[in-house]
Antibody
Framework: QVQLQESGPGLVKPSGTLSLTCAVS?????????WTWVRQPPGKGLEWIGE???????NYNPSLRGRATISLDKSKNQFSLKISSVTAAETAMYYC??????????????WGQGTLVTVSS | YVLTQPPSVSVAPGKTARITCGGN??????VHWYQQRPGQAPILVVY???DRPSGIPERFSGSNSGNTATLTISRVEAGDEADYYC?????????FGGGTKLNVL
């Protein structure tokens, strides 16, 4: 059973860089899957941030305007997220998830428990 | 690409709940549905329009045609009370609907 666990600072200053890591167990980040980040502001809906494949290929939500970077560390079996120039509006629960291929495209079959990041001075 | 869900749906226990997800020609896409109970991470309940992951009750089913996809929950139980989100892909970008809160009366 694949398990994912997010970790990182719970408090980030405005205009700073948010950095999170997702540790994967029971599976390999080198497998034929994309690895994804999703966030959820308090009381609001889900927002897809982006994804990375084992080759290092990435896709990002255009709404982030180039501020997000997702990377892979195969030696530690984990992947990471950085978002620069954050604002208070990016206070949210951040989830990592595994994407699996369906008939046409991917769905997210395993999720981490999430980690709350607050952007505040 | 925009997905439109009703903010809330209310249903009595034992009845059938239908949660819709509207999008332009969504019938041509593959729709996935997630359940999120308060304080918990989302879980996948339906993928590829109508398939269920192992462990998800048969009471959960899905359909997709035209401009509307629907998640149907039969014989609703109190434990089904949660937020439900639809999800699709559009040009290498994943999109979620705004979510629907299922209230079990």
């Amino acid at each position: 059973q694949v398990q994912l666990q997010e970790s990182g600072p719970g408090l980030v200053k405005p205009s700073g860089t948010l950095s999170l890591t997702c540790a994967v167990s029971g599976g390999s980040v080198n497998s034929d899957n994309w690895w994804t980040w999703v966030r959820q502001p308090p009381g609001k809906g889900l927002e897809w941030i982006g994804e990375i494949y084992n080759s290092g290929n990435t896709n990002y939500n255009p709404s982030l305007r180039g501020r997000a970077t997702i990377s892979l560390d195969k030696s530690k079996n984990q992947f990471s997220l950085k978002i620069s120039s954050v604002t208070a509006a990016e206070t949210a629960m951040y989830y990592c998830a595994r994407s699996v291929r369906g008939q046409l495209d991917d769905h997210f079959d395993h999720w981490g428990q999430g980690t709350l990041v607050t952007v505040s001075s | 690409y925009v997905l439109t869900q009703p903010p809330s749906v209310s249903v009595a226990p034992g009845k059938t709940a239908r949660i819709t997800c509207g999008g332009n020609n969504i019938g041509g896409k593959s729709v996935h549905w997630y359940q999120q109970r308060p304080g918990q991470a989302p879980i996948l309940v339906v993928y590829d329009d109508s398939d269920r992951p192992s462990g998800i009750p048969e009471r959960f089913s899905g359909s997709n045609s035209g401009n509307t996809a629907t998640l149907t929950i039969s014989r609703v139980e109190a434990g089904d009370e949660a937020d439900y989100y639809c999800q699709v892909w559009d040009s290498s970008t994943s999109v979620f609907g705004g979510g629907t809160k299922l209230n079990v009366l």
